[in-house]
């Protein structure tokens, strides 16, 4: 991705490195996006994200029916999770922060692990316990919160922050609690938008505060999991055709359904709820479709995949997963 500099500025520490010098690359509203000189990282001017009442009306969280539930079961059994777990000492404990539905929760228990999740999202902690049976696994609130159900440091053989931390206000500070609760030789992933990635069909519409309020390259990620404590294990790409296909098809539906709720292309704290519906008993007839839907494109862009991956060409995300030192 190629941005031009608006002008260099001094005002705003780098969140991740905290060099105060940066270089203004955009403008999105009230917010300033800025590149730190020093670290690379992209972050927003001011770091103020959304909060609960925003989250609780945007487009992509507000779904909470039992099929959203089901295919987000269905997409964390995916190969590389199982690889990770297979990371962690068997019968290890599990944190997923920012769980959503508790969908890698259900994995990882089913697994053989002690799991559990912590989310700030009612409705989803809501929808995981009754869909998923997870009553006793999720937590509703913050990292900061599990002080009441974990009293002690160093509990977790594996600590994930899946499409995370793009969202936090301040992300040294998560990280070194994520430090703090790890077991020595523990294991912390990190997955979130790689800002290295080829974009031909534009960014996707939630790449803007204050719903991402970071910018992510996978230097820059390396870099700050080091600086603060950890050692680097690897870093793994989305090397994936379908990406491109669901970017497009995401930004069009997005702002089909926000220009049916809103006048404004932007989601509010005062938009309405566009997504919604009555939880169901068991998976419906519409999941099993999508999925196979899914399957079969997966399957149609696999020899694409192959050579994006052999360019090593990233077309979405990425998976930074690093150890915290023995001593």
């Known amino acids: 991705m190629i941005y031009k500099v608006v002008n260099s500025i001094r005002t705003a520490a780098c969140p991740a490195c905290n060099e105060e010098r940066s270089d203004q690359v955009e403008r999105i509203g009230r917010y ?20 609960a009442e925003f989250y609780s009306q945007h487009i992509v969280y507000k779904c909470t029916d ?11 059994q995916k190969a590389t999770n199982y690889q990770l777990l297979s990371m962690v000492p068997a019968q290890g404990k599990v944190l997923d922060i920012g769980c959503g539905y508790g969908a890698f929760v259900k994995v990882a228990l089913e697994a053989g692990f002690d799991a559990y999740g912590v989310d700030l999202n009612p409705e989803h902690i809501h929808a995981g316990r009754s869909v998923l049976g997870l009553a006793q696994r999720l937590v509703l609130g913050s990292i900061e919160e599990l002080s009441e159900k974990f009293r002690q440091d160093e509990v977790f053989d594996l600590i994930t922050l899946f499409e995370v931390i793009e969202h ?58 080091e600086r603060n404590g950890f050692v680097h294990v690897i ?69 694409i995949d192959i050579v994006l ?19």
């Open 32 to 51: 300033r996006i800025l590149r730190c000189q020093s670290c690379k990282l992209f972050f927003s001017d001011p770091m103020s994200g959304g909060d």
């Open 168 to 225: 936090v206000e301040e992300p040294a500070v998560l990280i070194r609690n994520v430090l703090r609760l790890l077991k020595p030789g523990g294991i912390i992933a990190i997955s979130c938008p790689n800002e290295n990635r080829w974009q031909p069909t534009g960014r996707i519409f939630v790449d803007y505060p204050p719903h991402h309020l970071t910018r992510w390259r996978p230097d820059t990620m390396r870099a700050f999991l």
């Open 66 to 76: 039992t099929t959203s539930v089901y295919t987000h079961y269905q997409s964390a």
């Open 235 to 303: 870093t793994e790409f989305d090397s994936s055709f379908r990406d491109l296909l669901w970017v497009t098809y995401s930004n069009r539906s997005a702002k089909k359904m926000i220009t049916a709720v809103s006048p404004h292309p932007e989601v509010t704290e005062n938009s309405k709820p566009v997504f919604g519906g009555q939880q169901e008993a068991h998976p419906s007839t519409k999941w099993t479709i999508k999925t196979n839907l899914d399957r079969l494109v997966r399957v149609a862009c696999a020899p």
């Open 309 to 327: 991956k052999a360019l090593h060409v990233g077309t979405m995300g990425m998976r930074v997963i690093a150890r915290k030192p023995n001593t």
